[in-house]
């Protein structure tokens, strides 16, 4: 099995900026594409940004040219910075990996982490 673990989220005034980071563990062939979703109270869980094996990056255009997706040197970490937040940003970031993995025989699957809360306000 895979398990995705977030850290990073809080509080933060308009303007300010936070940090996500989601870290995969587990029974890992291949990861093949690692992202972030969110959803604010009473809307449906939306893509803010997702990057690939190969490294293409895909940004909401909500947030481009405020957030950068990175990931660390094991690829199987990635990292959120969020600038310039806005209180429109306030919702629960999940992370989601597409994940080749091992049990038997290898397949592909999606795996989400348990979210993190990110609240901007004044």
């Known amino acids: 099995q895979v398990q995705l673990v977030e850290s990073g989220g809080g509080l933060v005034q308009p303007g300010g900026s936070l940090r996500l980071s989601c870290a995969a563990s587990?029974?890992?062939?291949?990861?093949?594409?690692m992202g972030w979703y969110r959803q604010a109270p009473g809307k449906e869980r939306e893509l803010v940004v997702i990057?690939?094996?190969?490294?293409?990056?895909n940004y909401a255009d909500s947030v481009k040219g405020r957030f950068t997706i990175s990931r660390g040197n094991d690829k199987n970490t990635v990292y959120l910075q969020m600038n310039s937040l806005k209180p429109e940003d306030t919702a629960v970031y999940y992370c989601?990996?597409?994940?080749?993995?091992?049990?038997?025989?290898?397949?592909?699957?999606?795996?989400w982490g348990q979210g993190t809360q990110v609240t901007v306000s004044s």
């Open positions: 990057i690939t094996n190969g490294g293409t990056i």
């Open positions: 989601n990996a597409d994940v080749t993995t091992y049990r038997g025989g290898s397949y592909r699957r999606d795996y």
């Open positions: 587990g029974i890992i062939v291949s990861i093949n594409a």
